[in-house]
């Protein structure tokens, strides 16, 4: 049954989207992908840089792999428990460039761990020619990440191996950055400028493919990019159907546009929401300072009522009685 849904069940589909989540990124969405990639390679190693939730860790597995090692420097509890579940997968804790050389040379690389041209370049650079017969795949090969840096927090890399970088994120909508962008909230940062040497994800890949040669770049141009390297040119003919797709690299570009929108979009309304509180707390004040001039507008008007009834009653007291005209001009004369 497919997902279109049915005469007797016309919301299948509109049930089916709403379980997504709002911003795609999880390589476990290329499980067809990864399906070619089994079918011409035997892959029973897998080495897979940067775990996510463990969802794809598990499709590696689920797909014929019998040893997954999951490399991440500090994964979280639930991480930790969903890899835990399945005996395939192995966490291993540490920066990727210093445990790789340490693990089983596997026949898949999945590199998605911190998007910047040192990071990967490392990668790839013992992937290459410690394991040249392995296929290596790698996310965000694509906006933003293709020629832009950008460094999880707190970063590991040498200060010479890192950009200026902002807490402000890039946009489809201009060139630079923007704190109404595609921002790390505190968890990552991104490269003030973007484009040149040594910068972005994608410029990783092409300096090491150009400087050991024999293989090529595939590149499927859907949810932030994936990048396929090979030397096997009928993996590549497979790939053909998604890397040349034009209905897909269109789709991806208005899934970025559209959520770079929506990021903006948000922006604005909390900013008017700070200016809605603002003016909110503005005018309570100012209804308390009426209140208060009230309270005090009563307090003087009780004592002119007061001193009034004193003034009546003092002069009860000593006789007075206001002068008529009459008297005071008789008295005048």
């Known amino acids: 049954m497919n997902g279109h849904g049915t005469r007797d069940d016309p919301h299948a ?23 070619i990639l089994y079918a011409h390679h035997r892959i029973d190693t897998v080495v897979e840089v940067g775990v996510e939730s463990g969802r794809a860790s598990g499709v590696y597995a689920e797909l014929g792999a019998s040893a997954v090692y ?27 460039p210093d445990v790789l050389p340490d693990l089983p040379v596997a026949d898949l690389y999945v590199l998605d761990g911190d998007h ?34 950008q460094y999880y927090l707190p970063s590991r890399l040498a ?46 890949v092409e300096d090491a493919l150009a400087e050991v040669g024999g293989r090529q770049l595939a590149i499927i141009p859907a949810v932030f990019g994936l990048g396929v390297v090979t030397r096997d040119g009928a993996l590549l003919d497979a790939l053909a159907p998604y890397r040349d797709s034009a209905l897909l690299s269109t789709m ?12 903006h979009m ?12 603002a003016m909110a707390e503005t005018i309570a004040g100012q209804r308390r300072e009426i209140e208060h001039l009230r309270e005090r507008v009563a ?10 009834r004193r003034t009546e009653v003092l002069r009860g007291a000593l006789g007075e009685r206001a002068p008529t005209l009459a008297e005071r001009i008789q008295r005048r004369r």
């Open 13 to 35: 589909q509109a049930r089916a989207a709403r379980q997504l989540p709002l911003l795609l990124h999880s390589l476990s969405v290329f499980r067809e992908v990864f399906e």
């Open 70 to 96: 999951c490399v991440d420097p500090a994964p979280p509890e639930q991480t930790r428990a969903a890899l835990a579940e399945n005996d395939a997968l192995h966490l291993v804790e540490g920066r990727s």
């Open 116 to 149: 910047n041209y040192a990071t990967v370049r490392a990668e790839l650079a013992w992937v290459l020619t410690g394991a040249p017969d392995a296929v290596v795949v790698l996310h965000d090969v694509l906006w933003p990440c293709s020629r832009r840096d």
């Open 159 to 204: 200060p010479q191996d890192r950009r200026p970088a902002t807490s402000e994120g890039p946009t489809v909508w201009h060139d630079g950055v923007s704190r109404a962008g595609f921002v790390g909230l505190g968890s990552f940062t991104a490269a003030r400028d973007a484009g040149g040497e040594r910068n972005g994800v994608l410029t990783a």
């Open 252 to 263: 991806e570009n208005n899934r970025i546009a559209l959520y770079t929108r929506l990021l």
């Open 266 to 277: 948000q922006f604005e309304a909390a900013a008017h929401a700070r200016e809605a509180d």
């Open 299 to 308: 307090d003087l008007s009780a004592a002119h009522d007061e001193l009034c």
